[in-house]
């Protein structure tokens, strides 16, 4: 499912345009992105977190040279889905 597809299904459930559904799914991702930036997590309960995480610097090979390069740390984000999203994946 595709950005498109997404705001269509939720317009479609809820009887909202997709003019407003996209504003509000617009709405929603700035507001994580902003609150994951600053290092707060985001913790929508039964579905998942999001939370900024720190790579730590490390070695690694220029697959074409083999020559070892360092590679920097960095911070990059990440989604840990909840215990009842999980348990719904695992049901057939």
Do not use: C
Request: aromatic residues 8%; proline residues 4%.
């Amino acid at each position: 499912m595709n950005k498109a597809q997404l705001i269509e299904a939720i317009a479609h459930k809820n009887d909202f345009t997709k003019a407003d559904t996209e504003r509000m799914l617009e709405t929603f991702m700035d507001v994580v992105r902003k609150s994951v930036k600053k290092g707060d997590e985001v913790k929508l309960v039964g579905f998942g977190t999001f939370a900024k995480l720190k790579r730590k610097a490390r070695k690694g090979r220029n697959p074409q040279t083999g020559q070892e390069i360092k590679i920097p740390a960095t911070w990059y984000p990440k989604f840990r889905p909840g215990t009842e999203f999980k348990n719904m994946l695992r049901k057939k």
